[in-house]
């Protein structure tokens, strides 16, 4: 991405790192230092202070006096942890969404899955992650309430690594089936007005992905 011809917002900037964090660009530990990303991004250090500031604050980011900033590192049990909040905030959701959903929406919707063809062919594991990340986000665009919106989205970014650092090691064609399913079954959701049967559809597959993360990491029997 280039910033030379007008400076990034600060919001702007935050969006672009943690979005380098969620798809791995940054690994966990990498380090991030103020001059460097400064110069990256054509701003001074104050702007670049207050982002790792909130990547710090939304557990993206570790910062230590004296020895600065650093991706942080996934914790199998805090990870747990921010999955069971998750969950439940999967069960609120439905009654605080747009429905029926715009059109616009149901055909980003539509697009998305169609590039998970693509993804079947080039098998791009990080395309995957990025076009999850748009799903997310359209979903995310249709809430109504603003804080449960925030927490919504700070988990989602908070557990989101998980599943791309497994993908490679997982059934790749399965995760694809699983997303179009997923897809398919929230448009139909949102071309309605029950609230109820959305917010069951997000626990559903939230459920069947930790499901499979954890047959994953126990291994054959």
């Not at 020895?67 to 969950?87: F, H, I, P, T, Y």
């Not at 747009?98 to 539509?110: S, Y």
């Not at 997982?170 to 309605?192: C, K, S, Y």
């Not at 559809?201 to 930790?210: G, N, T, V």
Request: proline share 4%.
């Amino acid at each position: 991405m280039s910033y030379t011809e007008a400076k990034p917002t600060t919001a702007e900037i935050f969006r672009e790192l943690r979005e380098r964090i969620c798809l791995l660009d940054i690994a966990p530990g990498a380090r991030l230092t103020e001059e460097g990303l400064a110069n990256e991004f054509g701003v001074s250090r104050t702007p670049i202070r207050e982002v790792l500031d909130r990547l710090q604050f939304e557990r993206l980011v570790e910062q230590e006096r004296g020895s600065g900033a650093r991706v942080a590192v996934l914790d199998s049990k805090e990870l747990r942890d921010v999955w069971a909040v998750r969950l439940k905030v999967a069960e609120l959701v439905g009654d605080f969404m747009t429905m029926p959903a715009p059109p616009e929406v149901i055909e980003r919707l539509h697009h998305i899955r169609a590039e998970l063809d693509e993804v079947q062919i080039d098998r791009d594991v990080r395309r995957l992650g990025v076009l999850y990340n748009r799903f997310h986000e359209a979903f995310l665009g249709l809430m109504k309430n603003r804080t449960l919106q925030w927490m919504h989205d700070v988990l989602y970014h908070q557990t989101a690594r998980e599943w791309l650092q497994l993908l490679p090691e997982m059934n790749l064609d399965a995760e694809l089936d699983m997303m179009r399913d997923e897809i398919d079954g929230t448009i139909e959701a949102m071309v309605g007005t029950n609230g109820a049967r959305l917010s069951r559809l997000r626990a559903e597959y939230m459920h069947l992905l930790l499901t499979r993360f954890n047959d994953h990491l126990r291994g054959p029997n």
